[in-house]
């Protein structure tokens, strides 16, 4: 069973950078794509941006494209999430998850496994 585990999360302000990480355990070196997705109050969950094993292959929402940016550290088993450029809009509490398919997927039902989330506040 693999475990994720968020860290990073916090209260900025708006135009600041914030940088997540997860870091996976129990039988993490089975896992293929991993990504970040987040839900802010009353709203669905939304795809943040996914990365595949080798890194070669990334992807964005649009709202974070350009600000954001997905790396992983395979040897220690860590995918970070660089946020760039704050705005109130990514306030949201940001999840890690993880997938046993090699395509760094958009839906959050391609992943098979989740943290438990950490919150990130952007103030005005």
């Known amino acids: 069973q693999v475990q994720l585990v968020e860290s990073g999360g916090g209260v900025e302000q708006a135009g600041t950078a914030l940088r997540l990480s997860c870091a996976a355990s129990g039988g993490a070196s089975s896992i293929d794509a991993m990504a970040w997705f987040r839900q802010a109050p009353g709203k669905e969950r939304e795809f943040v941006s996914a990365?595949?094993?080798?890194?070669?292959?990334?992807a964005y929402g649009g709202p974070v494209k350009g600000r954001f940016t997905i790396s992983r550290d395979n040897a220690k088993n860590t995918v970070a999430l660089q946020m760039n450029s704050l705005k109130p809009e990514d306030t949201a509490v940001y999840y890690c998850?993880?997938?046993?398919?090699?395509?760094?997927?958009?839906?959050?039902?391609?992943?098979?496994?989740w943290g438990q989330g950490t919150q990130v506040t952007v103030s005005s």
């Open positions: 990365i595949s094993r080798g890194g070669d292959s990334t």
């Open positions: 998850a993880a997938s046993y398919y090699s395509v760094p997927y958009r839906e959050p039902g391609r992943y098979h496994y």
